[in-house]
């Protein structure tokens, strides 16, 4: 079209920028009737060979409105172009009128700007050629929508930090509490509590660290066990070194009785005697182990009992109730210095001692009593025999007084692992009463056979 076709409207858009003798005009209607609602136009004016002087004119689509994707919720968006001096030369809405100047600061070529201009927040671009394209919206929208922002900032938050406790929660229970759990067993380690308390959590690592600590808990209470096993085999050494420092006494005593038997009377008795005295020797001195029956131990006791009156003018009452209690478990020659302190010490005017073995159902125990009708013992001589057991055989006077009992003492607590008790009964002028309760031990049949072995080994006839 020549620009008589188009008459002279086109000449009245405003201007909003120059470039390169273009002129670039605001947006507006569209004068070649293509069809579209906005258009943007470039007039030129050019001087043909021919001499004619011609203006060219170009429009193209704007495509000024804001998209569907953007304004999903309808807001009422203001579209403004402005010159290079920031005067509106188009708008969308008749508050912002053309020709009309924003108060605001004008960003520089290439970038943005925010202002706020008759109830509106508009944002601004200029193009790098000059003029400035804008977009305006209500300041209450504006306001509604950065509180929905906000809100959704908070939400956002709110929801991170519900998982971030949820994610703590879960690390507690998957590594913390192991690990807690861990320091506890090192802290009952340290305090000497080696039971086992399996724990199994899931997790690899700390299940092998945990088998570990367990194996480690095996090793130190198998550790401990062997040093009290230990321990226990060098005080029954000393025991027993104690043992035959004790009886050379009773044998110099008997062998005095043999001779003074053999040269006041010449009678077969004297046989008898000896017989006894071999099978004591032989029971003492086997080689069958420390370990024998109370049954047995009884029987031997009888024996000693029958040499000693051989010597002394004595009588003994010993009662012992009948059962299976007879064939537990006993210490060899352990009831022997009881009676021989009752012998050497406490006689009294009747000479009579008592011994009574007994069971005690209720309680599960074993009962063995010895009295005599002494002279007693003082407390500061039971506190004596009370006292821990230490035989200093290069001692003279009162150092081992009550040694004997104090050996039995601390035999009984060695063999019986302190679950046995012995108490001592006495006042002066009156007597002495010695009690000795015994766990009851279910007798094996291998302590059978070796109490019958041990029978016959001490046979002697």
């Not at 099978?279 to 069958?288: D, I, Q, T, V």
């Not at 003279?396 to 007084?401: A, H, K, V």
Request: proline share 3%; aromatic share 8%.
């Amino acid at each position: 079209m020549t620009p008589r076709e188009l008459g002279r409207q086109y000449m009245s858009v405003p201007a909003v920028a120059e470039c390169a003798g273009n002129t670039m005009q605001a947006a507006h209607e569209d004068y070649l009737g293509i069809g579209a609602r906005t258009v943007f136009s470039v007039r030129k004016n050019a001087v043909f060979g021919n001499g004619k002087n011609l203006d060219i004119y170009v429009e193209v689509e704007a495509g000024m409105e804001v998209p569907e994707e953007i304004n999903q919720d309808r807001h009422p968006y203001t579209v403004m172009q402005m010159d290079q001096d920031g005067i509106v030369r188009y708008s969308t809405n008749p508050v912002i009128i053309c020709g009309q100047q924003l108060s605001a600061e004008l960003p520089e070529r290439g970038s943005y700007c925010m202002t706020k201009q008759e109830g509106y927040q508009i944002m601004i671009y200029r193009s790098r050629i000059g003029y400035m394209n804008a977009a305006a919206l209500p300041a209450d929208i504006c306001q509604k929508e950065v509180r929905l922002w906000r809100f959704k900032m908070f939400a956002v938050i709110a929801v991170s930090f519900l998982v971030f406790s949820v994610s703590v929660v879960h690390l507690y229970g998957f590594i913390w509490r192991p690990l807690h759990l861990l320091r506890r067993q090192m802290i009952q380690v340290g305090e000497g509590r080696l039971q086992e308390t399996p724990q199994v959590y899931g997790i690899e690592e700390f299940d092998i660290l945990m088998e570990e600590i367990s194996h480690m808990k095996k090793q130190i209470a198998s550790l401990i066990h062997s040093m009290v096993q230990k321990e226990k085999d060098v005080q029954r050494t000393e025991y027993e070194k104690l043992l035959y420092q004790i009886n050379p006494h009773f044998l110099l005593n008997t062998l005095n009785s043999v001779q003074w038997m053999a040269r006041l009377r010449n009678q077969k008795d004297i046989s008898d005697f000896v017989q006894k005295l071999k099978m004591l020797l032989s029971y003492n001195l086997g080689k069958e182990g420390s370990e024998t029956t109370l049954r047995l131990e009884l029987d031997i006791l009888d024996k000693y009992i029958a040499l000693q009156q051989m010597r002394y003018d004595f009588t003994v009452e010993m009662n012992v109730e009948e059962g299976e209690y007879l064939d537990q478990p006993m210490v060899r020659m352990l009831l022997q210095p009881l009676v021989e302190n009752a012998i050497r010490y406490g006689l009294g005017e009747d000479e009579k001692i008592s011994i009574q073995v007994f069971e005690d159902h209720k309680r599960g125990q074993a009962v063995i009593t010895i009295s005599d009708s002494g002279k007693g013992l003082s407390q500061e001589e039971i506190d004596q025999i009370n006292e821990p057991f230490d035989y200093k055989p290069d001692s003279r006077g009162n150092e081992n007084r009550g040694i004997g009992l104090r050996y039995v003492k601390a035999v009984l607590d060695s063999f019986y692992d302190g679950q046995t008790s012995l108490f001592v009964n006495s006042r002066k002028g009156i007597g002495t009463k010695i009690t000795i309760l015994l766990p009851e031990k279910k007798p094996d049949m291998q302590n059978r056979k070796k109490a019958a072995h041990t029978d016959e080994s001490i046979d002697c006839g």
